[in-house]
C-alpha cells in the first residue's frame, strides 16, 4: 500500500534466547547513570512486556514493528544510513525517518516519559 506508515521500534539489543534478561539488566543498569540503557528497560519487565506499552502500541493509528539491532540492520542494510540505537523509525514506503533518536529516548526517565514523547512527535507526523 503506498503511503502506508509503520512505526519502527528499534532497540539496543542483540537476538539471543538470554539476551532480553542481559538487556533488562543492562537497561536498569544504565537508568541509574552506568550508561545508554535499551528501549526493553523501559518497556519490558523481567517477565515481559509491560501493560501500559503494550496497550500504547494496540491503540497507535499505524501499524509498529519492534526489532532488534541485528534484525534491523538484517532487513535496512542498504535503506537507512549507519545511525546509533535505540532509535524510533516511521517507514513510509521504502524511506525512513527519524522519530525520536537515540538521544532522545535517553532523555525517557521512564515508560510515561517514552510514550509522552511518541505521542507528541506522531501528532506532527
Known amino acids: 500500500m503506498p503511503g502506508a506508515k509503520t512505526l519502527l521500534i528499534v532497540d539496543n539489543t542483540n537476538s539471543g534466547v538470554l539476551q532480553p534478561l542481559k538487556d533488562f539488566s543492562a537497561g536498569t543498569a544504565a537508568a541509574s547513570?552506568?550508561?545508554?540503557?535499551t528501549l526493553s528497560a523501559?518497556?519490558?519487565?523481567p517477565v515481559g512486556m509491560k501493560k501500559e506499552w503494550k496497550r500504547f502500541l494496540?491503540?497507535?493509528?499505524?501499524p509498529s514493528r519492534t526489532l532488534?539491532?541485528?534484525?534491523?540492520?538484517a532487513e535496512f542494510r542498504s535503506g537507512y544510513p549507519p545511525a546509533t540505537f535505540p532509535v524510533v523509525l516511521v517507514r513510509k514506503g521504502a524511506d525512513l525517518a527519524v522519530l525520536a533518536s537515540?538521544?532522545?529516548l535517553g532523555?525517557?526517565?521512564?515508560?510515561r516519559d517514552l510514550i509522552l514523547l511518541l505521542k507528541q512527535r506522531l501528532?506532527?507526523?
Open 33 to 37: 547513570g552506568a550508561g545508554i540503557h
Open 42 to 45: 523501559l518497556t519490558h519487565s
Open 58 to 62: 494496540k491503540e497507535l493509528e499505524i
Open 68 to 73: 532488534d539491532k541485528s534484525e534491523f540492520l
Open 102 to 104: 537515540t538521544e532522545e
Open 107 to 111: 532523555r525517557c526517565r521512564d515508560l
Open 123 to 125: 501528532l506532527f507526523e
